[in-house]
C-alpha cells in the first residue's frame, strides 16, 4: 500500500525540541523529493522544507531556518524533520507530503501523511 | 518569497453551483501552479497541477487556467462532497507558497 505515515508529534514546553518521523512504503522511496507542510489551528498551508531524493539538496522556509533540520535515511525508508527551538507559534499540524514524479523534482505534492499534532505550550 | 493571493477566502454556495475561485501570484510563476482540496481533518489532496492538468482520479468538474500571474480553479457544477477548503500552491520557487485558502460553504 502506497503510504506515508507521520509519528513524533506531542506536547513540548517552549524552547523545546521534538523530531518528526515520516515512514514511506508502497513505493521507490530514494527516488522522490520529500516535503514538509504545517497546518496551524484553524489556519492554512505553510510549507516548512524540502529535500532532493538523495539528500543533496534542502531548502527551509524562512519562518523554521536555523531551527528545523530536515533529513532522509533511503535505507529506512524515511525521512525527518528536527525541531528546535520551539515556539508556541510552531503549534500545529504537521504533514510530509511526496512529490507527483520519481526522479523529477516537480514540487507538487500527489502523496500525504495523515499529519501528526505538536504542540507546544508551558 | 512569491505571495498567492486567493479570492475569495470564502464563498456561499449551492449544489450544481458553477464555482471559480482565483488565485494571484505577486511575480509571474509561468504555469506552476497547483490545486488541492482539503477537508476538516484530512491532508490535503492534490486536484490540478501545472495549472490545468487533471490528477488521475480526480473527477472532470474541475478544471484549471491561467498564466503568469492569474489563475482559476472552476467547478463546473458544485457535488455536495466539494464542499471543503481549497488552495492553489506554486511550485515555479524552490521556496513554495500557498494561496490562504478558500473554503466554500452551503448556502
Known amino acids: 500500500q502506497v503510504q506515508l505515515v507521520e509519528s513524533g508529534g506531542g506536547l513540548v514546553r517552549p524552547g523545546g525540541s521534538l523530531r518528526l518521523s515520516c515512514a514511506a512504503s508502497?513505493?521507490?522511496?530514494?527516488?522522490?523529493?520529500m516535503t514538509w507542510v504545517r497546518q496551524a489551528p484553524g489556519k492554512g498551508l505553510e510549507w516548512l522544507s524540502y529535500?532532493?531524493?538523495?539528500?543533496?539538496?534542502?531548502y527551509y522556509a524562512d519562518s523554521v531556518k536555523g531551527r528545523f533540520t530536515i533529513s532522509r535515511d533511503n535505507a529506512r525508508n524515511s525521512f525527518y524533520l528536527q525541531m528546535n527551538s520551539l515556539r508556541a507559534e510552531d503549534t500545529a499540524v504537521y504533514y510530509c507530503?511526496?512529490?507527483?514524479?520519481?526522479?523529477?523534482?516537480?514540487?507538487?505534492?500527489?502523496?500525504w501523511g495523515q499529519g501528526t499534532l505538536v504542540t507546544v505550550s508551558s | 518569497d512569491i505571495q498567492m493571493t486567493q479570492s475569495p477566502s470564502s464563498l456561499s454556495v449551492s449544489v450544481r453551483d458553477r464555482v471559480t475561485i482565483t488565485c494571484r501570484a505577486s511575480?509571474?510563476?509561468?504555469?506552476?501552479l497547483n490545486w488541492y482540496q482539503q477537508k476538516p481533518g484530512k491532508a490535503p489532496n492534490l486536484l490540478i497541477y501545472?495549472?490545468?492538468k487533471l490528477q488521475s482520479g480526480v473527477p472532470s468538474r474541475f478544471s484549471g487556467s491561467g498564466s503568469g500571474t492569474d489563475f482559476t480553479l472552476t467547478i463546473s457544477s458544485l457535488q455536495p462532497e466539494d464542499f471543503a477548503t481549497y488552495y492553489c500552491?506554486?511550485?515555479?520557487?524552490?521556496?513554495?507558497?500557498f494561496g490562504q485558502g478558500t473554503r466554500l460553504e452551503i448556502k
Open positions: 507530503a511526496r512529490d507527483r514524479v520519481a526522479a523529477v523534482d516537480t514540487r507538487d505534492f500527489e502523496l
Open positions: 508502497g513505493f521507490t522511496f530514494s527516488d522522490y523529493c
Open positions: 529535500i532532493s531524493s538523495s539528500g543533496s539538496d534542502i
Open positions: 511575480q509571474s510563476i509561468g504555469a506552476y
Open positions: 501545472a495549472t490545468s
Open positions: 500552491q506554486q511550485s515555479y520557487s524552490t521556496f513554495i507558497t
